[in-house]
């Protein structure tokens, strides 16, 4: 068996982490050009969901240096307004067990820990152009004018995924009606003082008039600018690091992430042909009410690391008859932010379709039997995942509308404040955020073996 992985993102790495453990050979086809190339965004959120796949797909090795190389735990989760004051604030409990826990990663680093060991299996370079399936079999065609034949391939390829135009024609996304703008700047004396301690220790998000929304994320890692460990690190961390290979490639630093979003009505027609120094002019433009520390945050950002979002969601969609073509991740649900688990459903995709798979490998499935089994579990999970998403990120939410928007602000902001001093109510809403939904706990029991001989 040969499986044909197009795209090297989260998921499609995760996948062919496992299927080579399990010695199924695989095949990444990605993009770009090297394995820095991309802007692949800042903070990803990955979940005990995550990082159960994690520690089953990548060698065990692996999965420890991307442990090492997550950013300081935040010890709050907060609400404030936008002069920053405190709304609510949490403390989040320590987290105790390497897999049973939430993560701040940053997706470049991410990106460097799942090519690592990779190298003979990613191609970059291979922009996908089509796939033609000629009976048991299915041939990728790329631009370059190269090919290559296996007996499944995987879309991986995002959002915007070829396979899926091509394939499944009447899957859609659509606009949610938002649009997002983000941006880092290095954590430096001034910017580290723009903040409250609270703040600078968690995860923060703000909700303020008209519908504008603002997380702010404070990521600190265990290597200083220069790439070297920081002093008092030590033990199995420090060599882990120092051992790391994908560091070299990896130019991620501490820094202050930030996202702003707001209805597309709310911003300028043209917000998404601007870049750089013009986003920032815009975050400056559309919070002239806003805290002066906030928007010093906003100042002194990198213009280089602004980038707009136009937020779209997949639209649910019913079962398709199964081939040797299938999907994973964003390439078949497409998902807002809002709840954080775009990732980490993807990670859930590569564990289920690697065990299907090894069930082939061993005889206990056909080819298309065993996809069909994931893609019947996908669809469930992944759409539910998709819709839940869209709750929490839409146009159509009356936070945006002009006079219901301020009631249902200030109706949201009062009931944060009285959960934020009666105790019981807030440790039942931390038990509440805290309780992990998706795979059964069982999954990180499931282990790769390589085939009988």
Known sequence: MKVLVIGGGTGGLALAHG??????EVRVFERDVLRTDGLHGYRVGIDPDGSRALSVLLPKELFATFVATKARDPRYFNMVTEDLKEVLSMELPPATDPIESEKSISRMTLRQVLLTGLDDVVEFGKEFVRFEQQGEAVTAYFADGSSETGDLLVAADGSGSRVRRQYLPQA??????????????PIT???????????????????????????????????????????????????????????????????????????????????????????????????????????????????????????????????????????LGDAIHT???????????????????????????????????????????????????????????????????????????????????????????????????????????DEAAFEITPPVK
């Not at 649009?179 to 700047?185: F, S």
């Not at 010093?296 to 979002?309: A, I, M, Q, S």
């Not at 069909?372 to 990120?393: P, T």
């Not at 949201?412 to 795979?439: C, D, E, F, W």
């Open 19 to 24: 299927l080579k453990r399990a010695g199924i």
């Open 172 to 185: 859609k996304t659509e606009p949610t009606g938002i649009i997002a703008l983000a941006g880092k700047l």
């Open 189 to 327: 004396e001034e910017s580290a003082k723009l903040v409250s301690p609270k703040v600078f220790e968690g995860i923060t998000m703000l909700q303020a008039p008209h519908g504008f929304g603002c997380i702010l994320h404070v990521m600190e890692f265990q290597w200083d600018r220069d790439g070297n460990v920081k002093e008092g690190i030590g033990g199995n961390t420090e060599d882990l690091i120092r051992r790391w290979p994908g560091l070299q490639f990896d130019n991620t630093r501490d820094y202050i992430n930030w996202g702003l979003w707001a209805a597309a009505d709310k911003l300028p027609a043209t917000v998404m042909d601007l870049r750089g120094q013009e986003l920032v002019d815009v975050a400056l433009a559309v919070t002239p009410g806003w805290s002066p520390k906030l928007r010093r945050l906003f100042e002194l950002t990198d213009p280089g690391t602004c980038f707009p979002v136009n937020i779209w969601t997949s639209v649910p969609l019913d079962a398709w008859p199964t081939t040797n073509v299938t999907l």
């Open 335 to 441: 998902m807002t932010p809002g709840r954080g688990v775009g990732a980490n459903t993807a990670l859930r995709d590569a564990l289920q379709l690697c065990k299907k798979l090894i069930d082939v490998r061993d005889g206990r499935s056909g080819l298309i039997e065993a996809v069909a089994d994931y893609e019947k579990a996908m669809i469930e999970y992944g759409f539910d995942a998709v819709l839940k998403s869209r709750a929490q990120m839409t146009s159509a939410d009356p936070m945006h509308k002009p006079v219901i928007g301020r009631v249902a602000l200030a109706g949201m902001r009062t009931v944060m404040r009285v959960i934020n001093h009666l105790p019981p109510l807030k440790r039942r809403m931390q038990q509440s955020m805290m309780a992990y939904r998706g795979a059964d706990r």
